[in-house]
């Protein structure tokens, strides 16, 4: 396995060279954002997971935080960036992860979609298991090998894996997969994850790029679950979606729904806290979408029947 290419030879690759004036923008986020978030105590509840699998053509879908996603179909289960940790470094997370990691259901399969910290957390994944093992972006198969596993798959770009009733697809993005500044030859993307009918789109991390248009002629998504926070990045790179972006991937996928993550659990962008979330329901409401971005709060699953979707409780 390479070890020192100095880069992917992907058009979506961001890079990792800070754009100018990120000392200033530096100062502002350990000054203003992580030191007025260090003291604060964190909100949420951590919640039970509802064990019971929803009906026969629908999906449940829970936000455990940031990235991480409990996605539950009649017949298989999945779990998406699990990460239950308190601190990344000197980044304290702000709310409680919604669900208990030592009462999770075993799931059928664990999907990692690239190797940055808040993403592949190797003390989550330490202690969650599958049936089918755990499914990783190209070159990222050795950083997992070792967390107990017993199986570990590498996908490329719309690489197909089937398992059973659950069809998993690696899709794009434009970010980049790099875990420490040297390793650059990590790949990086989202999943399509399909079973009982219901497709769901998990986008991992990811500016805007064109390649939301192909994925979506590709396939039909029910569920988009895409990034809206981190967008005011202290290194000042393209590398997240604001949510104004965010809501234009949502269109040119042309999803029923969509989900938005990657905010408000750990502050990684110079942006208010609150911004985001207040940013992506005026654009919605701009453009008569508001029924059609589903918030969700941290352990409480929606379940997706055809083209509607209800509440569930915290367990």
């Known amino acids: 396995m390479p070890r020192n290419n100095p880069k992917p030879e992907r058009q979506n690759y961001s ?71 308190l601190w990344h470094g000197f980044v304290k997370r702000q709310r409680q992860p919604g669900l208990d990691i030592k009462l999770l259901p075993f799931v059928d399969l664990v999907l990692v979609s690239h190797a940055h910290f808040d993403h592949m957390h190797k003390k989550s994944l330490k202690i969650v298991d599958s049936r089918e093992g755990i499914v990783v972006p190209q070159s990222n198969g050795a950083l997992v090998k070792k967390l ?43 999943y399509i994850v399909r079973s009982g009918g219901i497709t769901i789109f998990h986008c991992g991390d990811s500016a805007y790029f064109e390649g ?67 940013r992506l329901m005026a654009e919605a409401k701009r453009l008569n979408l508001e029924d059609r971005i589903i918030i969700l709060d941290e352990g409480v699953g929606i379940e997706l029947e055809g083209l509607e979707y209800r509440q569930g409780t915290r367990g």
């Open 15 to 85: 890079g990792v060279k800070p754009r100018r004036g990120w000392v200033k923008r530096n100062i502002h986020f350990f000054g203003k954002v992580i030191a007025s978030e260090f003291f604060k105590r964190r909100k949420g509840s951590t919640n039970a997971p509802e064990l019971k699998s929803p009906p026969t053509g629908t999906a449940r879908v829970t936000w455990i935080g940031h990235a991480s996603f409990l996605l539950q179909f009649a017949e298989t289960s999945v779990l998406v960036d699990p990460n239950w940790a």
């Open 148 to 190: 107990g596993f017993n199986r570990v798959i590498e996908m490329g770009i719309w690489d197909q894996l089937r398992f059973g009733e659950l069809e998993v697809i690696h899709t794009p993005c434009h970010h980049w997969g790099a875990r420490y500044i040297h390793d650059t030859h990590r790949d990086y993307g989202g």
């Open 212 to 278: 939301f248009n192909e994925i979506g002629e590709r396939h039909h998504i029910d569920i988009a679950i895409l990034p809206i926070g981190a967008y005011n990045t202290p290194s000042g790179r393209d590398v997240h979606m604001n949510p104004e972006e965010a809501v234009q991937a949502f269109l040119e996928l042309g999803a029923e729904f969509m989900i938005p993550m990657h905010y408000r659990t750990f502050p990684l962008g110079n942006e208010p806290v609150d911004e985001p979330e207040q």
